[in-house]
């Protein structure tokens, strides 16, 4: 079984930075493309960022300029690191990838658990 640990949220102020990171773990399984997600109180979860394969990112407007996302192939693992958070940057963030179990033709999604950012003074 394939799962999916973020780490790095917490409370910070307006215009900080936190650095989340979500790491790959099980046997067996190549990870395709990676992003981020982030759902607030009351709102619809929306996307933020993806790493493709091969290091291609894209981002949604509304983060971009402030965040990157990257990734370390050999650790399985993908990063966000946000800068001059905003208070509307407050939400839970949760990675997914596409990952295929080694012998098979197609990926499956998976979500990590989340972890909480909170931007305030």
């Known amino acids: 079984q394939v799962q999916l640990v973020e780490s790095g949220g917490g409370l910070v102020q307006p215009g900080g930075s936190l650095r989340l990171s979500c790491a790959a773990s099980?046997?067996?399984?190549?990870?395709?493309?990676m992003a981020w997600y982030r759902q607030a109180p009351g709102k619809q979860r929306e996307w933020v960022a993806m790493?493709?394969?091969?290091?291609?990112?894209s981002y949604a407007d509304s983060v971009k300029g402030r965040f990157t996302i990257s990734r370390d192939a050999a650790k399985n693992t993908v990063y966000l690191q946000m800068n001059n958070l905003k208070p509307e940057d407050t939400a839970v963030y949760s990675c997914?990838?596409?990952?295929?179990?080694?012998?098979?033709?197609?990926?499956?999604?998976?979500w990590g658990q989340g972890t909480q950012v909170t931007v305030s003074s």
């Open positions: 790493i493709t394969s091969v290091g291609d990112a």
């Open positions: 099980g046997s067996n399984f190549r990870v395709n493309s």
């Open positions: 997914n990838a596409a990952i295929q179990k080694i012998g098979n033709i197609l990926f499956s999604y998976y």
